[in-house]
């Protein structure tokens, strides 16, 4: 039950956590079921809480495993398995493109409006100097 990998690992880890805390229960069951009996087989009993006691080991071994792992990842200190501070920078980069694309519109449509007013401009210009048409 390592704690150690991506979070494909993780997740993994905990499922099996979880198989064993079903099957640390079902051993309890069986060894309450056999001592509820009239005349409870002592081997039977004891194979039941022997496999419930180290089910429960197991399982406080990959808990602590699991939480020895969010310990340090929740700390801020960079650590190997852990993906967060990439992800941010990402989604930061992102964000910093849309904004620079943003920009980037907002420049070229005054570029466009200032080559328009100076054709207009222009345009203008050479009605108002045009010379007046000669009689021929």
Known sequence: MAATGGPRDKIVSLDRIESSIFAA????????????????????????TTAFLKTLQDI??????????????????PHEGSCYAAQ???????????????????????????LHLRQAQAQGMIRSYSLPEQPH
Do not use: C, W
Request: no cysteine; net charge neutral.
């Open 25 to 48: 229960i079902n051993s309890a069951g069986h060894a309450i079921q056999e001592l509820s009996k009239d005349k409870p087989v002592s081997k039977q009993t004891e194979q039941h």
């Open 60 to 77: 406080e071994t990959g808990l602590s495993q699991q939480i020895n792992y969010l310990t340090q990842v929740s700390t801020g200190q």
């Open 88 to 114: 941010k920078d990402l989604q930061m980069a992102f964000h910093r493109i849309e904004h620079v694309k943003s920009r980037l519109t907002e420049l070229d449509k005054l570029k466009n409006e200032h």
